[in-house]
């Protein structure tokens, strides 16, 4: 990503943590976690593998709820920046969003009966078409920029941001609702099990026992906005997507290279478009899933790269969100610059040797006004964001 800091003028997430950005802040800082067996499905596995599901959350009933999800945090994040559908009339306003299973084609009660010789009700397909999360985004708001669904794995969100921000660069698009988006579900839940990678207890990110990911749900939107129109409405940016980098390591479906050398590609690319060194780093949101292999590559690496740079996990809090993940994390990153602190990495007790470093334990101030949000995905594909604070336009 090159051309210039990309002003962030509004953010809205909802999360285990809390159905709004702050709600969620709060929860981090006081360190509270719930997760436990799900409540909206259900398995005949022996072990009830705990899940960070949203509570006491209904949409609209013709949508999805991952398109609900991202309703939600759009909703927030356009009121934090003060517009609404009437402020968006006549503005090249683009959507970006990241997904991993939000418009997958998974409805088994209907594929079971199709199956089974049955002419079921086209309802449940129709509900699955009309829940492509940007494309809701765009009819919701009466947006007539791109429009784009990006499903890369659990990079999506992070991925979504960094396109976003270079459409603003390009000039293509005056505003962008740029983030990320993901429910829980059976199919996705037993997924998991069945590699063998879901923890039977609450997540342990970076923990040397850690035994693997609980699954979450939940949506960030952030509002990237051109600089001139900042300026026309007299609205001041609440941070600055600074850069964006991205990689692949071409090694394994599901696996991170060993030597992490894809990632560090990512940094290092996300680092040079922000004309950043690691001295100005106040900290890195790792993507920290609490699964073995991902967990020591991702360590190791920033034990490499950024030795002494405080880095931390929030999925402790909000599970393995996937496609949603890097928007949410990116989402928190920019709060925890505005507090100048970072609340300490949920479920970690014991550092591992195997990576050399450790994140953070308790609620820690951090000193400077840049921090990077990263997201590793299956595929071997990288995605980091360099977000900072700083003179606003």
């Given at each position: 990503?090159?051309?210039?800091?990309?002003?962030?003028?509004?953010?809205?997430?909802?999360?285990?943590?809390?159905?709004?950005?702050?709600?969620?802040?709060?929860?981090?800082?006081?360190?509270?976690?719930?997760?436990?067996?799900?409540?909206?499905?259900?398995?005949?596995?022996?072990?009830?593998?705990?899940?960070?599901?949203?509570?006491?959350?209904?949409?609209?009933?013709?949508?999805?709820?991952?398109?609900?999800?991202?309703?939600?945090?759009?909703?927030?994040?356009?009121?934090?920046?003060?517009?609404?559908?009437?402020?968006?009339?006549?503005?090249?306003?683009?959507?970006?969003?990241?997904?991993?299973?939000?418009?997958?084609?998974?409805?088994?009660?209907?594929?079971?009966?199709?199956?089974?010789?049955?002419?079921?009700?086209?309802?449940?397909?129709?509900?699955?078409?009309?829940?492509?999360?940007?494309?809701?985004?765009?009819?919701?708001?009466?947006?007539?920029?791109?429009?784009?669904?990006?499903?890369?794995?659990?990079?999506?969100?992070?991925?979504?941001?960094?396109?976003?921000?270079?459409?603003?660069?390009?000039?293509?698009?005056?505003?962008?609702?740029?983030?990320?988006?993901?429910?829980?579900?059976?199919?996705?839940?037993?997924?998991?099990?069945?590699?063998?990678?879901?923890?039977?207890?609450?997540?342990?990110?970076?923990?040397?026992?850690?035994?693997?990911?609980?699954?979450?749900?939940?949506?960030?939107?952030?509002?990237?906005?051109?600089?001139?129109?900042?300026?026309r409405r007299g609205r001041r940016a609440r941070s600055f997507v600074l850069g964006y980098g991205?990689?692949?390591?071409?090694?394994?479906?599901?696996?991170?290279?060993?030597?992490?050398?894809?990632?560090?590609?990512?940094?290092?690319?996300?680092?040079?478009?922000?004309?950043?060194?690691?001295?100005?780093?106040?900290?890195?949101?790792?993507?920290?899933?609490?699964?073995?292999?991902?967990?020591?590559?991702?360590?190791?690496?920033?034990?490499?790269?950024?030795?002494?740079?405080?880095?931390?996990?929030?999925?402790?809090?909000?599970?393995?969100?996937?496609?949603?993940?890097?928007?949410?994390?990116?989402?928190?990153?920019?709060?925890?610059?505005?507090?100048?602190?970072?609340?300490?990495?949920?479920?970690?007790?014991?550092?591992?040797?195997?990576?050399?470093?450790?994140?953070?334990?308790?609620?820690?101030?951090?000193?400077?006004?840049?921090?990077?949000?990263q997201s590793l995905a299956f595929g071997g594909n990288n995605a980091v964001l360099a977000l900072?604070?700083?003179?606003?336009?």
């Amino acid at each position: 990503m090159t051309g210039g800091a990309v002003p962030i003028s509004g953010l809205g997430c909802i999360s285990a943590a809390g159905s709004t950005l702050d709600a969620c802040m709060d929860t981090l800082f006081l360190g509270r976690r719930a997760p436990a067996p799900p409540r909206r499905f259900s398995t005949s596995h022996p072990i009830r593998y705990p899940v960070f599901e949203v509570p006491d959350f209904e949409g609209p009933a013709d949508l999805l709820r991952t398109a609900a999800l991202l309703l939600s945090a759009a909703e927030e994040a356009l009121a934090d920046a003060g517009l609404d559908r009437e402020a968006l009339a006549g503005l090249r306003v683009g959507a970006c969003i990241g997904t991993t299973v939000g418009s997958a084609m998974n409805n088994e009660p209907f594929c079971q009966a199709f199956r089974a010789g049955a002419s079921p009700s086209m309802a449940p397909m129709d509900r699955i078409l009309r829940s492509n999360p940007a494309a809701v985004l765009a009819r919701t708001f009466g947006l007539t920029g791109p429009c784009q669904t990006i499903v890369n794995a659990c990079s999506s969100g992070t991925d979504a941001v960094g396109l976003g921000a270079s459409w603003i660069q390009a000039g293509l698009c005056d505003l962008v609702l740029a983030g990320g988006a993901d429910e829980l579900g059976r199919i996705t839940y037993n997924g998991f099990i069945s590699m063998r990678i879901s923890a039977p207890g609450p997540c342990r990110p970076f923990d040397r026992d850690r035994e693997g990911l609980n699954l979450g749900e939940g949506a960030a939107v952030l509002v990237l906005e051109a600089p001139d129109l900042l300026r026309r409405r007299g609205r001041r940016a609440r941070s600055f997507v600074l850069g964006y980098g991205s990689s692949c390591d071409a090694y394994h479906p599901t696996a991170p290279s060993p030597d992490g050398a894809g990632l560090e590609r990512a940094i290092r690319e996300a680092m040079a478009a922000a004309d950043l060194a690691p001295a100005g780093i106040a900290f890195v949101n790792a993507h920290g899933t609490s699964t073995p292999d991902n967990d020591r590559v991702e360590g190791q690496v920033l034990a490499r790269i950024l030795p002494g740079v405080p880095f931390l996990s929030t999925k402790g809090f909000t599970g393995h969100t996937l496609g949603a993940a890097g928007a949410i994390e990116a989402a928190f990153t920019v709060a925890c610059l505005e507090r100048g602190r970072i609340p300490g990495s949920a479920g970690f007790e014991t550092p591992d040797p195997d990576i050399g470093a450790e994140p953070v334990r308790e609620n820690s101030p951090v000193r400077g006004a840049v921090a990077l949000s990263q997201s590793l995905a299956f595929g071997g594909n990288n995605a980091v964001l360099a977000l900072g604070l700083g003179d606003r336009p």
